[in-house]
């Protein structure tokens, strides 16, 4: 089992909800979440797909037009947070001073350096990763950045992580087209992709570059196929990924990048979190032919 053998979660959903956690609960108890931290002095940050929500609130409209898991269907699952490794243990201390139960430390959850909660009344989990995101194709480091936005991590980060994975999935494609529109491309941090910082962590990989400039691609391959975009919508994403593209594109690579593209997908270029049978589908361009 998960959970230790003295402790119990009884799920109480209210029955108004009819089984469906409302997004609206996610959003104010991540928020809720970070404050606490905040008032004991831990960095902690929202990311992942509520965090993609939580930074792209003017563009709700779009949002529930696009519906990331459909638009009867319950938008989240989880909360993924990043701190610092010197937090780790206060973060431990705050999550069960506010009534969540810390599932049990496994093989998977220390090799990936997570910590995972229970919400007190079982609605539903969180994961706390330290330092790196681990559970990655391309693992990105966190350390220096988390100062620089509240209550998530930057757009900048939220790019990064979303673009980096191989078995590229629809929940993951809608993220980005929310994200892109609503922020810009530009070299600055606030409310910005700082696609100069992006540029520079994929010049000197790659794996990573390849990745990202693929499902970057394969976005733009795809709006025409995604349901409830408007042409203004296509217009101004179009955009964003060529310039996304192009300066990505244009960032002089390390002689370590140049002789790794010698190989190619020859050799794998990604850490393969997927099972062998989702990486199979090769991510973006599965989505392509539906």
Do not use: C
Not at 7 to 25: A, D, L, R, Y
Not at 122 to 144: E, M, Q, S, T
Not at 189 to 209: A, M, R
Request: avoid cysteine; glycine fraction near 6%; hydrophobic fraction near 35%.
């Amino acid at each position: 089992m998960w959970l230790k053998r003295e402790e119990k979660i009884e799920v109480e959903i209210p029955p108004e909800w009819q089984g469906i956690i409302p997004s609206q609960v996610f959003m104010e108890e991540a928020k809720k979440i970070v404050e606490e931290a905040s008032k004991k002095d831990i960095l902690l940050r929202v990311m992942g797909g509520l965090g993609v929500k939580l930074h792209s609130l003017n563009q709700e409209e779009l949002s529930k037009r696009i519906g990331r898991l459909g638009k009867e269907k319950q938008e989240f699952t989880d909360i993924d947070f990043m701190s610092y490794r010197k937090h780790r243990k206060k973060v431990e201390e705050m999550f069960k001073a506010i009534g969540y139960i810390k599932r049990k430390t496994t093989l998977s959850s220390a090799a990936s350096e997570r910590q995972i909660y229970f919400h007190p009344k079982g609605w539903f989990y969180v994961d706390v990763f330290y330092d790196k995101l681990l559970v990655a194709n391309h693992p990105i480091d966190f350390r220096g950045r988390l100062e620089l936005d509240y209550p998530t991590v930057t757009v900048t980060d939220l790019f990064l992580e979303k673009t980096q994975i191989v078995n590229f999935s629809e929940k993951d494609l809608k993220d980005v087209v929310l994200l892109l529109r609503a922020h810009n491309i530009g070299e600055t941090e606030k409310e910005t992709v700082n696609i100069e910082y992006v540029s520079n962590i994929l010049s000197k990989d790659w794996g990573f570059y390849y990745t990202v400039t693929t499902n970057l691609k394969g976005i733009k391959k795809l709006l025409n196929k995604i349901e409830g975009l408007k042409e203004e919508d296509k217009q101004d994403l179009n955009n964003k990924l060529s310039q996304a593209l192009k300066k990505i594109d244009e960032k002089p690579k390390t002689m370590k990048w140049k002789m790794r593209a010698k190989v190619g997908t020859r050799k794998r270029w990604y850490n393969p979190v997927e099972t062998d049978e989702t990486v199979g589908g090769f991510g973006i361009w599965r989505l392509m032919e539906k």
